[in-house]
């Protein structure tokens, strides 16, 4: 007869990993941030932006990407990943009744995409805060799956890191969002608005759970090259004029972020007549989260407070972990955390 485990043994078995580098993979360059996470909560152990290996020639969305250049500090066991979310179909659904025998099906009907076996889909279900309400709530995504097979051409064929899960980063970025603000501020209702590079994700929350989810196919590349073409600079110029405000853009910010202010504005009043709520704040996160004319075309539409934050907040982070340079800039790897937290949730 064969013995039985000890219960310690199997208790180990059932844990998830504990030692993580999350990795938000942009077109130029990598936001990574290594976590670790023991008895004591959570623990930042290095952050930093590795620039994107050049390739001989130029490539399609499919073909692998090169491997990054670890170093010793960022070689986590694993590697969570976070791609672009401008190819995700992302779907807040509300499905009738409780029965979950066919809910893959429904789900995947639902999503209304063709050719689902080309697509990895994966679903999150929410709490029903209504307790007796004869429905699922869930977050549903849909991603190429080509597109994700490329990414982790970013990871070692073999060793460490090794690959333990994907998602789209602005569904990363929201589960920092959830730990962080959401957390401390359960009662009240936030927005979200995560800027990738070609699409932005927004969110509300109310009491601390997701109400309504949008994705706009409209980033923070679009007001790049409206910079670099208007003030005739490079690519580089233009993140650093959007970053710190040394030209006033506020005329290309207006035009740019005019698509995304609408749906906003159309987005908050259905949640606030339909929570019977008032939104409270609203938070930036992606590329646009430091610029003061996003920040004050959100405010001057919403009429709220606007801010960025800090993803690290409520988390130990070691004294060596952020390189000088990147101080004050931690609002850039909110992704980067959320991969590792989604990672260490049971």
Known sequence: MRMKPPAEIIQALKRGPTDVVGLD????????VRMRKNNDGLSVVAADIIDMPSQESETDKTTALPPLPFSAQMKARYASLAVDSGPATIRLLT??????????????????????????ISYTLLEDEG?????????????????????????PTSGTPAPHSIEVTGLATM???????????????????????????????????PVL????????????????ATLGVNHETAVGIISDGSFDISAA?????????RQ??????????????????????????ASRD???????????????????????????????????????FAASVGACMATFEE
């Open 264 to 289: 906003l504005v159309v987005s908050r009043d259905f949640v606030e007549r339909r929570e019977n709520c008032k939104v409270d704040a609203i938070y930036l996160a992606g590329g646009l989260a």
């Open 175 to 209: 589960t920092a969002f959830l730990n962080g603000p959401v957390a401390s501020r359960e009662k009240d209702t936030l927005g979200l608005i995560d800027f990738g590079e070609t699409s932005s994700l927004f969110a509300f929350f109310h009491k601390g759970t």
């Open 294 to 332: 996003t920040q004050n075309e959100v405010n001057s539409a919403m009429g709220v407070a606007v801010e960025s934050w800090n993803p690290f907040a409520g988390i130990t982070v070691a004294p060596d972990a952020v390189p000088e340079a990147l101080k004050g800039q931690e609002w850039r």
């Open 253 to 261: 910010a207006t035009e740019v972020m005019q698509p995304l202010v």
């Open 95 to 120: 499905l009738p009744g409780k029965d979950d025998a066919d809910l893959d099906d429904r789900v995947i009907d639902s999503l209304g995409i063709e050719n689902p076996e080309d697509f990895r």
């Open 213 to 228: 989810i949008r994705k706009l196919d409209r980033g923070t590349n679009a007001l790049l090259d409206k910079v670099e």
């Open 25 to 32: 993979i942009g077109s130029n360059s990598v936001r990574a």
């Open 131 to 155: 307790g007796g309400r004869n429905e699922t709530r869930l977050v549903a995504v849909a991603y190429p799956d080509e597109i994700a097979a490329a990414a982790l051409g970013v990871l």
